[in-house]
């Protein structure tokens, strides 16, 4: 009775993806992306997605959408204590940034932070707040 609760159990490790088959490769790795938006009317400035799961190796790109007439796109980790889990530097500057090759797992709150036109001249600083998270 033991070997059968065995290889029930090796069965389903197969089934949910436990064990990869001989031979297969690792799925090729992904860029995520999330549109960053000035605040228009009475809504504020935020990013879609807000929480973003990603994995190791995976990267992420940053995009201005709409009516967005920044040039100045910042990201940076709200916990100075962290270390950017991407390789080479957290983007500042531009319109667009991305992040390449992710290396560690965890929970990253950072900030996005970017100076917003107004329609009638000036500029509004706009600090938005997401997560992401690598598995």
């Not at 809504?43 to 990267?59: C, E, M, N, Y």
């Not at 991407?86 to 290396?103: D, K, M, Q, V």
Request: glycine residues 12%; proline residues 9%.
């Amino acid at each position: 009775m033991r070997h059968l609760f065995a290889i029930a159990g090796v069965s389903a490790l197969f089934a949910l993806g436990g064990f990869a088959e001989p031979g297969s490769a690792p799925p090729p790795p992904k860029t995520a992306h999330v549109q960053v938006h000035c605040p228009t009317g009475n809504a504020a400035g935020f990013v879609t997605p807000d929480s973003l799961h990603i994995a190791v190796d995976d990267s992420v790109r940053w995009g201005m959408t709409g009516q967005v007439t920044s040039d100045s796109l910042i990201i940076t980790l709200k916990n100075p204590r962290q270390a950017w889990p991407f390789t080479g530097h957290a983007p500042r500057g531009g319109t667009s940034a991305t992040a390449a090759r992710a290396l560690h797992t965890g929970r990253y709150g950072y900030s996005v932070t970017l100076e917003c036109r107004l329609p009638h001249g000036g500029t509004q600083r706009v600090v938005i707040d997401p997560d992401i998270i690598i598995q």
